[in-house]
Each structure stands twice: as structure tokens, then as C-alpha cells.
């Protein structure tokens, strides 16, 4: 069987009609749902494109894996899906983006060129790359905020867009009078991208899909990784009118969330993009344009599925759609992503496995904790291997897929290292004391914030919106405590023997009798005989002192 891995990136959970969004429809997001399990509770393991992603692929929290912040390296070494599939006998490969940074110093420390195979392995998060483009040619005074190739650039260019960057000049941005209406500035947010619809960055991305697809010999996982709806918030015609501000839900937000704020939220509602969004014009204008983005994800995504089912591929391919993190949209007084509110750190995940033991689960909902680093464990056992447990972190969501009773996780965790932030400047904290965790056991979240802080707590049984702070005062201390119980019994996991499995652990018990070492023996009799017979044979000289 083949994975189809699809990622959206900044896509909230609640942006699709199957999760009832009351005016975007998502037929084609509907359809998979239809046929597979859509899950109501899965958790990134850090609300930021780079961490998130690097839990993703590694199946690992980001204290383990260290790369907890965009730009961050993945250290040389951590063993990624791709490391996993490829000993299980399948393919791993990447079309789109990753935001992986690689770990040049560990690299050139090992002598490893990222010419050679296992190099290129290395500096792409454990894929072979069909395509790779991190979507993102920002430009400035001191150049490009990407500093590698841009095949998508070069595509358009191709197509006859003329401009040295038409990442910037065409596919995000406008005319206004015949100047460019850059999309990085919100007034521009309901003009059309001055592009060519075709031409612009999720239909070119669904076609390199399809090229691959029809060349790929099975099995394969293929990550397509679509840097949409993320910002630029600007999309092209017809997609940019499609949507008004009549569209536009309310802000979910509410007056006591400003009332003796935590100090890290009340930093981060006094953010330049928190203080956008909380303009309702900025809302009125992004937020069609957001979804217009999402339509236009949608209908890519039946071009895939029509594909698919036209070369024959449908009954033997597994398609899992999901996230790297949401996107506040102006909800609880922020814009973008970074805390722990369910509009950031929660994520649409919808899985279809076209096995005849997922039968009986199609078009159900699955409403237990998962995580994000529950995929990897998954397509692992897709693929027939073994799942590594001492290395992976996550959880086979299999069960949950054929219907098979299975324990369920009794809290998510999240974590979010801000240390690159103005906010952590702001606060007045050291870089290594701006780290935030979140536990969420199903109805209590917990936000916990190193740096000497007071917890934040949720309950989302009787709060659902997340608005009433709890631990403002000491009356759910009891929660709080248990809460913390949790963050502790997580902390003292086993994450870092990874090169040692239990089951190798538990072979390895009496090795070393059997070759010989024998300490602490009284006369031999305590051990079988055979284990003493090279130590008890006819020695043919003597050497000891003479009396």
C-alpha cells in the first residue's frame, strides 16, 4: 500500500464543512472524511511551522528531537519517518515543504557530503526529494529570507512571468494602478493575485504531485506539503471575491481575557499582529481571503483524488490530511499561531485507510487525544514494519482505524520555546527560560511557563471557548496539582536511549555469562556448570612461587 501524506500548512481545525464551518464548503476534504476517520482532538507538539513539523516527521516531542524553533537545526542523526519506512521496504519521499534547517556543522563534523546519498537524506528531513520548496522567497535589504533555489520561481518563470521574483512580484501580491499590491500588507488581502490561477503555488504543487504519482513504483509515501493557507494572506481570482465579510464569524474573544492577563498571553496580545487582528477591518479583509485559500486547497485536492482514481490507485493508496498548527485569526485578541487555545495548537486530521479491516470505521469520528507524532508509528505499521518504540514517541493510530479497542491517551502535550520572540525580550527572560508546555488531559488544559510564572487553565467541558483563566485565583489548585502530576510523569520519560530497543535489552540479558564474565561467584556452583567449564580445565604449567 502507498501513503499520501498531505500537510496544509496553518490550516485550524475547524475551516472544513466536515467540522462544521457554516459557509466554506469542502467537498473533497468531505469525501476523505466520508471514507475514512476524521479526528476531533489531535494536538501539534508545538504551535510553530519548524518544531511542529520536526515532531512530525521524527515522531518525537521537540525536547527530544531539540529543534524547537523555525531555523533551528535537526541534529544530525535523528531518525525521521523516512529512516523508518525505507527498513520497512517503503519509499519516502517529499514534495513541498518541510521548513527543516540542516545541521551543517554536525554534518561537516561527520564528513558528511550533502552530495551523497545519505548527505542529502540528512539535509532534507529523511526524504528523497521530488520537489522541495519552503514557499516562503521573502526579500529584503540584506536579501532573501530563503537563501536556497526556489523551483517554484523557476516554474514561473518558465510560464513567462518575467520578474526576478515572482514569488513576491505576482503569485502574493496584487496591482493597484499598475503597481504592485504587495500581500504582505492586509489592505491588500481582497485583491487577486496578479497570476495566473494555474499558475499560482497550490495548483503548481498538485501538479508536480500527479508527475510523481505517475512515474512512482510502490510502495511509496509521498509527503505533499502545501505552504497554503499560510500568509501572504492573498489569493487569486476567482478565489479572492468568492468570500465577504459577511462570511466572517465573530471574534472569539471576550473582555475578562484582558483582565489580569498571564504575563506571556498579555505579551502576546500586545504583538504588531495581535494588534492587527484585533481591527475587525483586518478581519473583514483577511479572513475571506483565508478562505479563499482554503476553496482553493480543497479543489486541488480533488484533482489529486480524481487522479488517483484514474490511474487505479484509489483502493491501494492510505490519504492522511492534516496541519502543521491553526491560526488565531484575531480569536482570543491574537493573530497567527504560538500559544495553546484550540484555534493554534489544535489541527484537522482525516485519515482514509483502503484496507477491508478500516471498513466498519468509515465515515465515523474519532474523538480521542491523539498527536501529531501518532503518523509516524502509523505508517510504520502501514507498511508492515516494526515499530521502533524507544525511538518513536508517538502512538499507532491503526487501532482507532480497523475499530480495535484501544487504551486511549489520557493527556496531549505541547510545548513552544519562544526564546527567538520579542516577547521573551519583553518579559525580561533568558533565552532558555522562555519555554512554555501544555497538558491537556480532555477537559483540563494546563499551560505551563518556565521563568517563575503562574500556570494557566482551562476547562473546556464548562469554558469550551477557552476564555475564563482558572488559575487567576487558587480554587481548581486540586486540578492543578494533577495537571502538573502529568507534565512530571511526562518529563521523566525515556527519550533519548535510542539506539538501544527493549527487546534488544531483554536479548541481551546473560551475554555476558555466556562469554565468560563471571563475577561475583562464591565456588561456580551458583551458575550451570557449562558456563564454568572453560575455567575449570587442566592447566599444563605451573608458575606460581615455589615455597
Same mark, same amino acid.
Given at each position: 500500500?502507498?501513503?499520501?501524506?498531505?500537510?496544509?500548512?496553518?490550516?485550524?481545525?475547524?475551516?472544513?464543512?466536515?467540522?462544521?464551518?457554516?459557509?466554506?464548503?469542502?467537498?473533497?476534504?468531505?469525501?476523505?472524511?466520508?471514507?475514512?476517520?476524521?479526528?476531533?482532538?489531535?494536538?501539534?507538539?508545538?504551535?510553530?511551522?519548524?518544531? %511542529?513539523?520536526?515532531?512530525?516527521?521524527?515522531?518525537?516531542?521537540?525536547?527530544?528531537?531539540?529543534?524547537?524553533?523555525?531555523?533551528?537545526?535537526?541534529?544530525?542523526?535523528?531518525?525521521?519517518?523516512?529512516?523508518?519506512?525505507?527498513?520497512?521496504?517503503? &519509499?519516502?519521499?517529499?514534495?513541498?515543504?518541510?521548513?527543516?534547517?540542516?545541521?551543517?556543522?554536525?554534518?561537516?563534523?561527520?564528513?558528511?557530503?550533502?552530495?551523497?546519498?545519505?548527505?542529502?537524506?540528512?539535509?532534507?528531513?529523511?526524504?528523497?526529494?521530488?520537489?522541495?520548496?519552503?514557499?516562503?522567497?521573502?526579500?529584503?535589504?540584506?536579501?532573501?529570507? &530563503?537563501?536556497?533555489?526556489?523551483?517554484?520561481?523557476?516554474?514561473?518563470?518558465?510560464?513567462?512571468?518575467?520578474?526576478?521574483?515572482?514569488?513576491?512580484?505576482?503569485?502574493?501580491?496584487?496591482?493597484?494602478?499598475?503597481?504592485?499590491?504587495?500581500?504582505?500588507?492586509?489592505?491588500?488581502?481582497?485583491?487577486?493575485?496578479?497570476?495566473?490561477?494555474?499558475?499560482?503555488?497550490?495548483?503548481?504543487?498538485?501538479?508536480?504531485?500527479?508527475?510523481?504519482?505517475?512515474?512512482?513504483?510502490?510502495?511509496?509515501?509521498?509527503?505533499?506539503?502545501?505552504?497554503?493557507?499560510?500568509?501572504?494572506?492573498?489569493?487569486?481570482?476567482?478565489?479572492?471575491?468568492?468570500?465577504?465579510?459577511?462570511?466572517?464569524?465573530?471574534?472569539?474573544?471576550?473582555?475578562?481575557?484582558?483582565?489580569?492577563?498571564?504575563?506571556?498571553?498579555?505579551?502576546?496580545?500586545?504583538?504588531?499582529?495581535?494588534?492587527?487582528?484585533?481591527?475587525?477591518?483586518?478581519?473583514?479583509?483577511?479572513?475571506?481571503?483565508?478562505?479563499?485559500?482554503?476553496?482553493?486547497?480543497?479543489?486541488?485536492?480533488?484533482?489529486?483524488?480524481?487522479?488517483?482514481? %484514474?490511474?487505479?490507485?484509489?483502493?491501494?493508496?492510505?490519504?492522511?490530511?492534516?496541519?502543521?498548527?491553526?491560526?488565531?485569526?484575531?480569536?482570543?485578541?491574537?493573530?497567527?499561531?504560538?500559544?495553546?487555545?484550540?484555534?493554534?495548537?489544535?489541527?484537522?486530521?482525516?485519515?482514509?485507510?483502503?484496507?477491508?479491516?478500516?471498513?466498519?470505521?468509515?465515515?465515523?469520528?474519532?474523538?480521542?487525544?491523539?498527536?501529531?507524532?501518532?503518523?509516524?508509528?502509523?505508517?510504520?505499521?502501514?507498511?508492515?514494519?516494526?515499530?521502533?518504540?524507544?525511538?518513536?514517541?508517538?502512538?499507532?493510530?491503526?487501532?482507532?482505524?480497523?475499530?480495535?479497542?484501544?487504551?486511549?491517551?489520557?493527556?496531549?502535550?505541547?510545548?513552544?520555546?519562544?526564546?527567538?520572540?520579542?516577547?521573551?525580550?519583553?518579559?525580561?527572560?533568558?533565552?532558555?527560560?522562555?519555554?512554555?508546555?501544555?497538558?491537556?488531559?480532555?477537559?483540563?488544559?494546563?499551560?505551563?511557563?518556565?521563568?517563575?510564572?503562574?500556570?494557566?487553565?482551562?476547562?473546556?467541558?464548562?469554558?469550551?471557548?477557552?476564555?475564563?483563566?482558572?488559575?487567576?485565583?487558587?480554587?481548581?489548585?486540586?486540578?492543578?496539582?494533577?495537571?502538573?502530576?502529568?507534565?512530571?510523569?511526562?518529563?521523566?520519560?525515556? %527519550?533519548?536511549?535510542?539506539?538501544?530497543?527493549?527487546?534488544?535489552?531483554?536479548?541481551?540479558?546473560?551475554?555476558?555469562?555466556?562469554?565468560?564474565?563471571?563475577?561475583?561467584?562464591?565456588?561456580?556452583?551458583?551458575?550451570?556448570?557449562?558456563?564454568?567449564?572453560?575455567?575449570?580445565?587442566?592447566?599444563?604449567?605451573?608458575?606460581?612461587?615455589?615455597?
Amino acid at each position: 500500500m502507498n501513503i499520501l501524506f498531505i500537510m496544509y500548512d496553518q490550516l485550524r481545525f475547524d475551516y472544513l464543512s466536515c467540522a462544521g464551518h457554516p459557509h466554506l464548503k469542502t467537498p473533497n476534504f468531505d469525501r476523505v472524511a466520508a471514507k475514512g476517520v476524521r479526528f476531533t482532538n489531535c494536538y501539534v507538539q508545538s504551535p510553530i511551522c519548524g518544531a %511542529s513539523r520536526m515532531s512530525t516527521y521524527t515522531g518525537r516531542y521537540t525536547s527530544s528531537h531539540g529543534a524547537q524553533w523555525n531555523g533551528f537545526p535537526l541534529r544530525v542523526g535523528e531518525q525521521t519517518m523516512g529512516d523508518h519506512l525505507r527498513r520497512a521496504g517503503m &519509499d519516502c519521499w517529499l514534495i513541498g515543504k518541510t521548513h527543516m534547517k540542516v545541521d551543517a556543522e554536525g554534518m561537516a563534523r561527520l564528513g558528511l557530503s550533502p552530495d551523497s546519498m545519505i548527505g542529502a537524506r540528512q539535509a532534507e528531513c529523511g526524504f528523497d526529494v521530488w520537489v522541495r520548496d519552503d514557499g516562503l522567497w521573502a526579500e529584503g535589504p540584506d536579501g532573501f529570507y &530563503d537563501e536556497k533555489r526556489s523551483p517554484y520561481n523557476e516554474f514561473l518563470n518558465s510560464q513567462g512571468y518575467a520578474a526576478e521574483n515572482p514569488w513576491a512580484d505576482h503569485a502574493n501580491a496584487g496591482l493597484d494602478n499598475g503597481t504592485a499590491a504587495s500581500g504582505w500588507m492586509f489592505e491588500n488581502a481582497d485583491k487577486p493575485a496578479n497570476i495566473r490561477e494555474e499558475d499560482s503555488e497550490t495548483p503548481w504543487l498538485t501538479s508536480e504531485t500527479i508527475r510523481f504519482m505517475d512515474q512512482a513504483k510502490g510502495p511509496w509515501c509521498a509527503h505533499v506539503s502545501y505552504i497554503k493557507p499560510h500568509w501572504p494572506y492573498i489569493v487569486p481570482a476567482p478565489y479572492h471575491d468568492m468570500f465577504g465579510p459577511e462570511h466572517v464569524p465573530a471574534a472569539s474573544r471576550h473582555a475578562v481575557e484582558r483582565e489580569d492577563p498571564h504575563p506571556v498571553y498579555g505579551a502576546y496580545m500586545g504583538n504588531k499582529v495581535a494588534a492587527a487582528f484585533q481591527n475587525d477591518d483586518v478581519r473583514d479583509k483577511v479572513i475571506p481571503a483565508y478562505m479563499g485559500l482554503i476553496k482553493q486547497c480543497d479543489d486541488q485536492l480533488g484533482r489529486l483524488l480524481d487522479h488517483l482514481e %484514474s490511474i487505479g490507485q484509489d483502493k491501494e493508496t492510505m490519504i492522511v490530511l492534516t496541519s502543521d498548527h491553526g491560526d488565531y485569526l484575531g480569536d482570543h485578541w491574537l493573530g497567527e499561531k504560538d500559544l495553546f487555545h484550540d484555534p493554534s495548537v489544535k489541527v484537522p486530521l482525516i485519515v482514509f485507510d483502503p484496507r477491508a479491516q478500516a471498513d466498519n470505521t468509515r465515515g465515523t469520528t474519532c474523538d480521542a487525544l491523539v498527536e501529531a507524532i501518532d503518523l509516524a508509528p502509523t505508517f510504520v505499521e502501514t507498511a508492515d514494519g516494526t515499530v521502533a518504540d524507544h525511538i518513536l514517541e508517538g502512538r499507532s493510530l491503526v487501532p482507532y482505524l480497523t475499530g480495535v479497542d484501544t487504551t486511549d491517551r489520557r493527556y496531549a502535550i505541547s510545548e513552544y520555546d519562544y526564546s527567538s520572540t520579542p516577547q521573551c525580550a519583553k518579559l525580561g527572560l533568558e533565552p532558555r527560560d522562555a519555554r512554555l508546555f501544555m497538558v491537556f488531559d480532555g477537559r483540563y488544559k494546563l499551560m505551563h511557563a518556565e521563568g517563575g510564572f503562574r500556570p494557566m487553565l482551562f476547562d473546556l467541558d464548562t469554558d469550551p471557548d477557552e476564555f475564563d483563566d482558572l488559575a487567576k485565583d487558587d480554587t481548581h489548585q486540586s486540578e492543578i496539582d494533577r495537571l502538573y502530576g502529568y507534565l512530571a510523569e511526562w518529563g521523566r520519560r525515556m %527519550s533519548q536511549r535510542v539506539t538501544k530497543s527493549d527487546a534488544e535489552i531483554v536479548a541481551s540479558r546473560g551475554a555476558s555469562l555466556r562469554k565468560g564474565v563471571l563475577p561475583f561467584l562464591n565456588d561456580g556452583n551458583e551458575v550451570p556448570e557449562d558456563l564454568t567449564e572453560r575455567y575449570r580445565s587442566t592447566v599444563s604449567q605451573d608458575h606460581t612461587p615455589e615455597d
